[in-house]
């Protein structure tokens, strides 16, 4: 095991802090559920450099796993009950029966990440499962941060997924069908989101950010593994804000690119995903695109939210902004492109105006940032060893990542807490995030 964690996390993480949260899990698993074989299952929470909310629409990203993560650890059951308990007492202990029917809890509950990846395993086999004795352990500082824009939530999912599969006897692949799997049972909980989070849990190299093109071709989806510029490291500032209503808006976001699909269908009957559009330059096809749509008009014109939602959690609003939401997802992937372009070329100045330009369009087009956020990403990019910063993640809150010279962390660090005052109340934390490997089976042990 200690080897194992120590290539998980190497030498930049304090491997002993790292020995001391497994052992400190092995021993609660073994307080709640006796002794016996225990299997442990990781998986990463993830950072985005660049490329947001492009996933849904096919689009590029370049996201990087990160050192923090799920751990899960498991034993399986003779009958089909999942009981799960957190080591966050604030996460209430939850139990279900796998089936292809599994009723799903209210919209956050913590246990959905884990009902999610069993009802969909069980519509995919016909024999029966079996279930499992499981304890989550994502708690801080090793955790991932929740609701930060890090994708704690994926990492429960594909955590939860890995064991489900392995206490199955399902053999794991780590590759592109298991990421698409997990994908796929995050719906589950009601949002409609992209394949990013999860192909990251699941596909990342250590020191390398992750290329994706999110559209699945006949031959799979196309990846790379992009390395770090040298001397650099990955910088991310929490805000300590939070959005609660987080599911509802993400999906009125997924919604409001659906609808600007269906309006320029009129003139580019092609059209499925704004990805279709990468060819086509923004002055010729914007005039199709109405700035603002009522849900009457939406209506009047016979298209259905619901058929556009897919099952998802409908949004509240009542009216949508089509024309700048589309500008950002089809601006956002060519930058995506350049930005791959730039780190290959070694030009950091050309990635880091890609980055400040990223976030101008979360904020102004997507509308996804926070004044708190704005205040940060202005005032790293200030800093002369920041390369770049932008919001990461859906918004409305959660992290800022920023490329930054590695001697220059402790200034920036010391600039960053003078943003504390300007933070109401919130606790600004910055630390420095090295990109780990994908997801995994760690050992399995008796205790
Ligand atoms: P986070 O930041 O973890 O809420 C969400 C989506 C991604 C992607 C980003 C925005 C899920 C599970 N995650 O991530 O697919 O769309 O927002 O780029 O829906």
Known sequence: MRDTIEAIYGQESPVAGQNQRYDESLAAFQHLYGPGPVSLFRAPGRVNLIGEHTDYNEGYVLPAAIDRDVLLLARPRDDAQVRVVNI???????EFAISTEIPPRPLGDWANYIQGPAQLLARQKSEPLRGMDALVCGRAPWGVPRGAGLASSSALTVSASLALMRLNSIPLSYGVSLAAFCSRAEWYVGTRGGVMDQFTAILSQRDH?????????????RYSHVPLPE?????????????????????????ETRLAIQLLKARYPWVSYLRDMEEIPWEECHHFLPEQITKDEVEHQGISLQKLMDGGTLPEAESFFVRKRCRHVMTENHRVLAVVEAMQEGDLARVGELMVESHASARDDYEI???????IVEAINEHPDVVGARLTGAGWGGCVVALARAEAVDDLFAHVSTLQQESDGQSVEAFVTFPAPGAGHLATINI
């Not at 966050?88 to 939850?94: F, I, N």
């Not at 940032?369 to 205040?375: A, E, I």
């Open 209 to 221: 950010a992750l290329f994706i093109d999110c559209r699945r071709r006949a031959s799979g989806y």
């Open 369 to 375: 940032s926070t004044p708190l956020l704005d205040r």
């Open 231 to 255: 001397g650099h490291v990955i910088v991310l500032v929490d805000s300590g804000e939070r959005h609660q209503n987080a599911g509802p808006l993400y999906n009125q976001r997924v919604v």
């Open 88 to 94: 966050e007492e604030e996460y209430e202990p939850r």
